[in-house]
């Protein structure tokens, strides 16, 4: 145990914070992020949730994260309780626990973050705990994951935010201060009419014989569906609050440039669930990165699609002109040009990335993501004229109409694309690798593609190994693939409902393993499955602005492989303008 809290106390006295919160504070809430510190630290979520709660006066917000994998085993056999970083206590003695859960393969991890620091995983069992004057904390959760569909997780939360925390955190705040019984019997009475706030416990389901949801009803007062809530342009940007050299990227100052995306990819969750597009405001951007440069030399910009935002090319000639770097995550084709290449490279970046998803042109149109190959030849040329050392291209692997021809697509597209930064090189010749990265496509609620079934393992697995034995590390190309296994997990719960908590906690208490879980085949089938066009989803408690019948509608459109055009002025679509 001292072994742990050193190392904690080690990590805190690396940190430089532009947060400074205030211990004396009535309430304590600990942020967890179910993964280890070092990814933690790199997202950007995290870091601007616990600035919101910190900035409440009445709050203490401090931080827990995952053992590293190499510890987790001494959390088990010596029984160990997860602390925070810096009050280093263990979880259940603060008066709020909240878990930052932004993908589905994290919800067993904070599960056995609950399960290590002794508090019962069931909310139930915490509430019949509080009656007989145990003293548990509330459990909380957000995160988009859970945000589109928190019915996997509802056993164990007390309370569910849905959608982006910047409205929310300070009324449900003080609602939880005001409140007097503090039992968690009346939370739904407290939150009724609060938007965002989802108290699982307030409702119930019935089950036809094949497993799927015939009813929903609340048992006590609570909304038919919980609107999902949105930052206000005046509450962007968010920017990176806390800074240590033991994190993902720690040359980097993160500044998010604008949320949602105006693209329709159909298959892309953020792309739909965080509508509508929303800027930051030019001048607030600035003042944010003067604040970061105070601690980092060079920039990550985020943003779905970075040129999308419209103070895009200000900021450039602003970065030029001051000579900031910088870097950002992914760039989509059609939105670069010479001068941002050159600004990546004086920036020093070794590495480019694209995500085509596939080289299959009527897929391309499926997906709503096309970009002919002219445009990516003569982007690649210019990629491969500023001699970028890796090119990473990520594709989706298992897509619906998905033939032989369609897989042998992806090797010929990253074929030419190597090809077109070999001429783009001219003379020198380009030096690096092509990286291609595999995914398989999995299926996610509240998308247009949220009624399909998903490939199977064999299926994935056979269309991995042709991809591969194409494309040769000596050849110049790296091949990755996501593990297949955890992308089935994925899916499973992506679309899952409260049936999963006893398999879940199964997981979280180590009585089963992944593999042994994926061996179930009817559990397997039932949420990989196709769907209904009008059946109950578990998700649909959630109401996420963005209608159902859009994303029907442009379900269809797939298949008619007819393109969506990006969003625009006085377009009121899909319902969430
Ligand atoms: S209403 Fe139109 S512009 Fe607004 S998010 Fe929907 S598609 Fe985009």
New binding site residues.
């Given amino acids: 145990m001292f072994a742990i809290l050193k190392k904690l106390k080690e990590a805190r006295l690396k940190e430089k914070s532009l947060i400074s919160p205030e211990p004396e504070a009535p309430l304590k809430i600990v942020l967890c992020f179910p993964n280890r510190y070092s990814v933690a630290m790199a997202n950007l979520g995290f870091q601007w949730v616990y600035k919101l709660f910190n900035e409440i006066p009445e709050v203490y917000c401090d931080r827990a994260f995952y053992p590293d994998p190499e510890e987790e085993l001494i959390y088990f056999q010596k029984n160990l309780p997860i602390y925070s970083l810096e009050s280093r206590k263990p979880l259940n003695q603060f008066d709020i626990v909240a878990f930052s859960l932004s993908f589905e393969m994290d919800y067993v991890r904070a599960l056995k973050m609950l399960n290590f620091s002794r508090i019962p995983l069931r909310a139930e069992i915490r509430k019949k705990g509080l009656d007989k004057k145990h003293s548990y904390p509330l459990v909380m959760a957000g995160g988009i994951a859970i945000s589109a569909n928190p019915e996997p997780m509802a056993d164990f939360f007390d309370i569910m935010v849905i959608g982006e925390a910047e409205p929310v955190i300070e009324p449900m705040i003080e609602r939880i201060m005001e409140r007097k019984d503090k039992s968690l019997d009346n939370l739904n009475l407290i939150f009724e009419d609060l938007e965002g706030i989802y108290i699982p416990s307030a409702y119930q389901y019935q089950y036809d014989e094949q497993g799927r949801i015939k009813a929903r009803s609340a048992i006590s007062p609570a909304p038919e569906q919980v609107l999902r809530v949105q930052a206000h342009t005046h509450q962007l940007p968010a920017y990176q609050v806390i800074f240590t050299p033991e994190m993902e990227f720690p040359e980097l100052g993160l500044i998010e440039l604008a949320r949602g995306c105006?693209r329709?990819c159909r298959f892309c969750l953020a792309g739909y669930f965080t509508?509508?597009?929303r800027s930051a405001s030019y001048p607030k951007v600035i003042q944010a990165i003067e604040k970061l440069l105070s601690y980092r030399s060079q920039l990550g910009l985020i943003s779905a699609v970075i040129s999308d935002w419209e103070g895009f090319p200000a900021l450039l000639d602003y970065l030029e002109r001051e000579r900031i770097p910088f870097s950002v995550s992914s760039l989509r084709i059609e939105a670069v040009n010479q001068k941002l290449l050159e600004l990546l490279k004086k920036s020093n970046n070794k590495t480019i990335t694209f995500a085509p998803e596939t080289g299959s042109k009527a897929l391309q149109r499926y997906i709503n993501k096309e970009v002919n190959f002219s445009k990516i030849a003569q982007v690649m040329k210019m990629v491969g004229a500023y001699q970028f050392e890796k090119v990473k291209l990520y594709y989706l692997l298992g897509l619906p109409g998905e033939d032989e021809l369609a897989v042998e697509e992806i090797p010929i597209s990253a074929r030419r694309i190597q090809t077109a930064l070999q001429m783009g090189a001219g003379k020198k010749r380009y030096p690096g690798i092509v990286e291609i990265t595999l995914s398989p496509f999995v299926p996610k609620p509240w998308t247009a593609f949220q009624w399909l079934k998903m490939a199977d393992e064999k299926e994935l697995m056979e269309k991995i190994k042709r991809i591969k034995v194409q494309l040769k590390p000596g050849q110049g190309f790296e091949i990755k693939s996501d593990s297949i296994r955890e992308a089935i997990f994925q899916g499973v719960i992506a679309r899952g409902d409260r049936n999963l908590s006893n398999w879940l906690e199964k997981l979280a208490l180590n009585q089963i393993s992944l593999s042994q879980l994926l061996k179930n085949q009817a559990l397997i089938t039932q949420y990989l499955r196709e769907r209904d066009p009008e059946e109950i989803f578990p998700w649909d408690i959630v109401d996420p602005r963005?209608k159902r019948e859009y994303l029907w509608k442009e379900f269809n459109k797939a298949k008619q492989g007819k393109i969506t055009p990006p969003?625009?002025e006085n377009?009121?679509?899909?319902?969430?303008?």
Avoid at 571 to 577: I, L, N, Q, S
């Fill in positions: 105006k329709a509508r509508p597009f963005v969003c625009r377009c009121k679509e899909c319902g969430a303008c």
